[in-house]
């Protein structure tokens, strides 16, 4: 009876509903993952005295006058290990490296000399470091395999200072010092030509990154690259027919709430933002959001750094609005991350295990009422819920309801729309509880609950 009087809310309060689109294997995969670390470093980070750290990005926020000159990349103490023991200290699954960043400056050996008859040096196999024989791509991906960590490539597509490029374009403007000049049919074979090398290289990625998108006519070939040479990475950016994910719309690292899994998608890319629950897609959010203040990606001696508490705000606010958090983790010009930094991220990894390791109670099924009975009365502050994603993402609207020591009454202590991946119920203040009952009011279809737990956080 419960079945049919949510089905009727359904068709009554939203129509009937349409069976919403299922993600490939890859994309759900993803969304498992949750949390991941963004790791910001390239010729910016040598400039130290540079306080713009968009100082190389054509038309967004760029100032430069000059290429700095590639000898001034020279890390000394550079260690991949370091950063990615301090992702792993916060919880991250996988981590996207700024293979290219605005600059152009490559952190690997690049040689497309052959490939399009372009001399390119600008990168790591010019530089200072270790004189030259130093692949920061190479020893990223063995540290996340070492780490057990998915590992990523961010490449700018649409921004390369050293070939004079904004928006996927060469700009028609005069050269500054250390600028090459190209045509646009000669950038755009470097750019497949350098994705091939990171793409074919390195083995196996997990998460394609494309600041700003795709560049316009060239999505057919990047797309078809990506499923000769990666056909099980998803793509931030749209470059791809399949395997899409999408910008939330905001870098502050807390995004409104609800966030679909769905969206509406054109061509090749699916609208950023929070999503819709009609969607045509189901291309699920990542937010990207910086540890120092000021949306600093890029480390600033002069930039303090959140708290820790800003750091619970924000994960509740993305992977527990059904979103994966990609946190930034910026290195010094040494190439380190700086000590004050790992403990922050430290202390906010050792919340997320204290919080949700070991639940009070769990449970799991399908339908639309699930109650979940605690061993004794606890005071918790955490109800976390989750859906099994495999046919779509289903619940519309649901209410939570607990039964407190007032036998007469089970108060909603939360409600929504989107559950997707998770859902994480803020309980403020704590309540004491014996049970808790999940009541999906309106869904495409019968959801599965993957996990429907409560937890007692002590901070």
Same mark, same amino acid.
């Given at each position: 009876?419960?079945?049919?009087?949510?089905?009727?809310?359904?068709? !009554? =309060?939203?129509?009937?509903?349409?069976?919403?689109? &299922?993600?490939?294997?890859?994309?759900?995969?993803?969304?498992?993952?949750?949390?991941?670390?963004?790791?910001?470093? *390239?010729?910016?980070?040598? #400039?130290? *005295?540079?306080?713009?750290?968009?100082?190389?990005?054509?038309?967004?926020?760029?100032?430069?006058?000059?290429?700095?000159?590639?000898?001034?990349?020279?890390?000394?103490?550079?260690?991949?290990?370091?950063?990615?023991?301090?992702?792993?200290?916060?919880?991250?699954?996988?981590?996207?490296?700024?293979?290219?960043?605005?600059?152009?400056? =490559?952190?690997? $050996?690049?040689?497309?000399?052959?490939?399009?008859?372009?001399?390119?040096?600008?990168?790591?196999?010019?530089?200072?470091?270790?004189? +030259?024989?130093? /692949?920061?791509?190479?020893?990223?991906? #063995?540290?996340?395999?070492?780490?057990?960590?998915?590992?990523?490539?961010?490449?700018?597509?649409?921004? *390369?200072? %050293?070939?004079?490029?904004?928006?996927? &374009?060469?700009?028609?403007?005069?050269? %500054?010092?250390?600028?090459?000049?190209?045509?646009?049919?000669?950038?755009?074979?470097?750019?497949?030509?350098?994705?091939?090398?990171?793409?074919?290289?390195?083995?196996? !990625?997990?998460?394609?990154?494309?600041?700003?998108?795709?560049?316009?006519?060239?999505?057919?070939?990047? +797309? @078809?690259?990506?499923?000769?040479?990666?056909?099980?990475?998803?793509?931030?950016?749209?470059?791809?027919?399949?395997?899409?994910?999408?910008?939330?719309?905001?870098?502050?690292?807390?995004?409104?709430?609800?966030?679909?899994?769905?969206?509406?998608?054109?061509?090749? @890319?699916?609208?950023?933002?929070?999503?819709?629950?009609?969607?045509?897609?189901?291309?699920?959010?990542?937010?990207?959001?910086?540890?120092?203040?000021?949306?600093?990606?890029?480390?600033?001696?002069?930039?303090?750094?959140?708290?820790?508490?800003?750091?619970?705000?924000? %994960?509740?606010?993305?992977?527990?609005?059904?979103?994966? !958090?990609?946190?930034?983790?910026?290195?010094?010009?040494?190439?380190?991350?700086?000590?004050? @930094?790992?403990?922050?991220?430290?202390?906010?990894?050792?919340?997320?295990?204290?919080?949700?390791?070991?639940?009070?109670?769990?449970?799991?099924?399908?339908?639309?009422?699930?109650?979940? *009975?605690? $061993?004794? $009365?606890?005071?918790?502050?955490?109800?976390?819920?989750?859906?099994?994603?495999?046919?779509?993402?289903?619940?519309?609207?649901?209410?939570?309801?607990?039964?407190?020591?007032?036998?007469?009454?089970?108060?909603?202590?939360?409600?929504?729309?989107?559950?997707?991946?998770?859902?994480?119920? /803020?309980?403020?203040?704590?309540?004491?509880?014996?049970?808790?009952?999940?009541?999906?009011? =309106?869904?495409?279809?019968?959801?599965?609950?993957?996990?429907?737990?409560?937890? #007692?956080?002590?901070?």
């Amino acid at each position: 009876m419960l079945r049919f009087q949510c089905l009727v809310v359904a068709l !009554l =309060s939203c129509g009937v509903l349409s069976a919403p689109p &299922k993600p490939t294997p890859d994309v759900l995969a993803w969304t498992k993952r949750e949390v991941g670390a963004f790791f910001s470093f *390239n010729m910016i980070s040598e #400039e130290v *005295n540079t306080s713009n750290t968009q100082s190389f990005c054509i038309h967004v926020g760029g100032d430069a006058k000059v290429l700095p000159p590639v000898n001034d990349f020279n890390p000394s103490l550079i260690d991949l290990d370091n950063w990615l023991d301090v992702a792993v200290s916060y919880g991250a699954k996988y981590a996207v490296l700024t293979a290219q960043h605005c600059s152009g400056f =490559s952190m690997w $050996p690049t040689n497309i000399q052959q490939a399009t008859g372009f001399d390119y040096q600008y990168s790591v196999k010019h530089s200072s470091l270790k004189l +030259g024989s130093f /692949d920061v791509v190479k020893k990223f991906i #063995e540290s996340c395999k070492k780490h057990n960590v998915a590992p990523g490539i961010y490449y700018s597509l649409n921004q *390369n200072f %050293y070939l004079n490029v904004a928006g996927g &374009k060469v700009m028609n403007t005069t050269l %500054y010092p250390g600028q090459q000049n190209v045509t646009q049919d000669l950038y755009n074979k470097i750019a497949l030509a350098q994705m091939r090398e990171l793409w074919s290289n390195y083995g196996e !990625l997990s998460e394609l990154w494309f600041d700003g998108g795709c560049i316009p006519g060239l999505e057919d070939a990047i +797309g @078809a690259l990506a499923s000769e040479l990666q056909p099980h990475a998803v793509y931030f950016g749209g470059c791809s027919k399949t395997n899409n994910l999408r910008w939330v719309g905001t870098e502050s690292g807390e995004p409104n709430y609800p966030i679909w899994s769905t969206a509406m998608a054109s061509g090749q @890319a699916c609208h950023y933002g929070t999503g819709n629950s009609s969607g045509n897609t189901f291309c699920p959010a990542e937010t990207d959001t910086t540890l120092q203040l000021f949306d600093k990606w890029f480390y600033r001696r002069d930039y303090g750094y959140r708290n820790v508490s800003d750091l619970k705000t924000i %994960y509740l606010k993305s992977v527990g609005q059904n979103t994966n !958090l990609l946190l930034n983790t910026a290195a010094n010009s040494s190439g380190l991350i700086p000590e004050t @930094a790992q403990n922050i991220y430290k202390q906010f990894g050792d919340w997320i295990r204290s919080c949700f390791g070991s639940p009070v109670a769990k449970t799991s099924g399908s339908g639309y009422n699930l109650t979940l *009975n605690l $061993p004794k $009365p606890t005071m918790i502050t955490k109800v976390s819920v989750g859906e099994d994603q495999t046919d779509g993402e289903m619940v519309t609207k649901f209410a939570i309801t607990a039964q407190t020591s007032d036998k007469g009454k089970q108060p909603v202590v939360s409600d929504g729309q989107s559950i997707g991946n998770k859902f994480i119920a /803020d309980i403020q203040p704590p309540m004491m509880v014996s049970s808790v009952t999940l009541t999906i009011l =309106s869904a495409h279809d019968t959801p599965v609950i993957s996990d429907f737990s409560v937890h #007692e956080c002590k901070n």
